[in-house]
């Protein structure tokens, strides 16, 4: 083959689009890789997952420090933020994970194209380089893994001082007095908390009302109650008109969604967290006869191929959860299938996770869709507050919902509230890929003491023999 040449080129590094490389090469083809930022690893690891959970898990430790640690009898005295100690952190973690990226792409002999794809025909891809200069790549196959940015709220300026988005959130050089977070989903939850817990006043706007939409119901409402406890406000049911901008501050206008007076909202920083829009954009789609649904989004089969033969396309720019770890089976999928194997994606095994403290974690159908689909299902539930390893942590918040079908107890949805939820799902996640029964996760011996004994609890409850409530 000619140099420029390869059996796949992945437009796009993020998690779809690096595991696809690499599970690609594992398999004997040969690989490029094309991305336009400056390290590895898309907006996850860059701008969005790794860099929350740092924040996250940073926050939440000085929050324990300063008012929960004295309860189990350890003394820190006076407790100090340290902002920019906490961003390096952030930074390390960053840096560390991205390189890890650069290493497995030299292991598995994978070609880092720098630059931003752009499909000319099917088989060639032109790449512009950071020095604006142009060079074709050719490849039998081209997988689009582009991912997705922030989508913008319409008349109001993102403006990266005052009005930022979630990626503006994650670096801030002070924390504000007034935060406010325009969009109750995962991200501004995730992101409010952080800020909270360092000592903002956090106030949610939501348009809906309710906070996360398309999760459990009951689950949202308990997340909603636990967070106002921790001090976060919520205006449901409210939308933003307008955010002016001064040099210290933004003033808000608010309506009620369902019409009537203006009020004003003042605030130091505001978060605009209102969703994902795909990056589909610059990619050369039209030209090459690629076609996209009406949200934008690129249509592939149950292959992942697009209406263009050798042409793909995995992640946040086809239909389905905008979920890393949804991109990343994918990517794996389809990998094998141009290697000539039966990749396989199983969406009704895809959780999600929102790494509030404490966690919300969920899989499959809620009890609002087994309801409205007519399905009948019967449900366990367990309360942490009577698990022991969660009396031992002060940990109690929250429980475990297992749902289950009526008739042979396959297990068809779960949702877990609590500490470490979105570790725990990860048994519910397994049951459920293998067509597991609730009676099956009942009657499996988990360690005592433990948080997974709850799992265990709640899968008991479908039946009505929870032991220990």
Not at 335 to 347: R, T
Not at 440 to 456: N, Q, S, W, Y
Request: hydrophobic letters at 45%; a neutral charge.
């Amino acid at each position: 083959m000619p140099e420029t040449s390869y059996d796949l080129a992945v437009i796009g590094a993020g998690p779809g689009g690096y595991v696809a490389a690499v599970r690609a090469a594992q398999l004997g083809l040969r690989v490029a890789v094309i991305e336009m930022r400056g390290s590895l690893g898309g907006a996850c690891l860059n701008v969005g997952c790794i860099p929350s959970k740092a924040l996250l898990t940073a926050s939440e430790k000085y929050a324990e420090a300063r008012g929960k640690l004295a309860a189990f009898g350890v003394k820190t005295g006076a407790v100090t933020l340290d902002l920019a100690a906490m961003m390096d952190h952030k930074d390390k973690v960053v840096r560390d994970n991205t390189a890890g990226i650069e290493f497995l792409f030299r292991k598995n002999k994978i070609a880092w194209i720098r630059g931003k794809g752009r499909i000319a025909a099917a088989g060639k891809v032109t790449v512009a380089g950071p020095d604006g200069a142009e060079q074709d790549i050719a490849a039998k196959n081209i997988l689009i893994a582009t991912g997705s940015g922030s989508s913008a709220l319409p008349g109001i300026t993102i403006d990266g001082k005052n009005i930022v988005s979630s990626t503006g959130a994650l670096a801030f050089d002070a924390v504000p007095e007034k935060l406010v977070v325009v969009g109750g989903g995962v991200i501004g939850l995730e992101l409010g908390s952080v800020w909270m817990r360092l000592g903002a006043q956090v106030t949610v706007v939501e348009y809906l009302d309710r906070i996360l939409p398309g999760v459990d119901g009951e689950a949202a409402a308990a997340m909603k109650k636990i967070l106002e406890r921790q001090g976060m406000r919520f205006r449901l049911g409210a939308k933003l008109t307008a955010a002016q901008s001064h040099e210290q501050n933004v003033t808000l206008a608010l309506e009620p969604a369902s019409g009537g007076a203006a009020e004003k909202l003042d605030a130091g920083k505001v978060l605009v967290c209102v969703g994902r829009t795909p990056y589909t954009e610059g990619l050369g789609l039209d030209t090459a006869g690629v076609a996209r649904d009406a949200k934008g989004r690129i249509a592939v089969d149950a292959r992942f191929q697009t209406n263009v033969p050798g042409i793909y396309a995995i992640g946040d720019v086809i239909a389905g959860p905008m979920l890393a770890h949804k991109a990343e089976d994918e990517g794996v999928a389809c990998a094998e299938i141009l290697a000539g194997q039966s990749g396989h994606v199983n969406y009704d095994a895809i959780p999600g996770v929102v790494y509030t403290g404490p966690e919300l974690a969920f899989v499959g159908k809620s009890e609002e869709e087994l309801k409205a689909a007519n399905i009948p299902y019967k449900a366990g539930k367990f309360p942490f507050l009577a698990n022991g390893r969660a009396r031992v942590m002060a940990a109690t918040e929250g429980f475990v919902k297992i749902l289950a079908d009526a008739r042979g107890g396959r297990v068809l949805g779960c949702v877990i509230l609590g500490h470490e939820a979105g570790t725990l799902i990860a048994e519910v996640v397994m049951a459920m890929e293998f067509g597991a029964s609730s009676d099956d996760i009942a009657r499996t011996c988990h360690a005592h003491p433990t948080l997974g004994e709850a799992v265990k609890e709640a899968a008991l409850g479908a039946d009505n023999r929870a032991l220990h409530i």
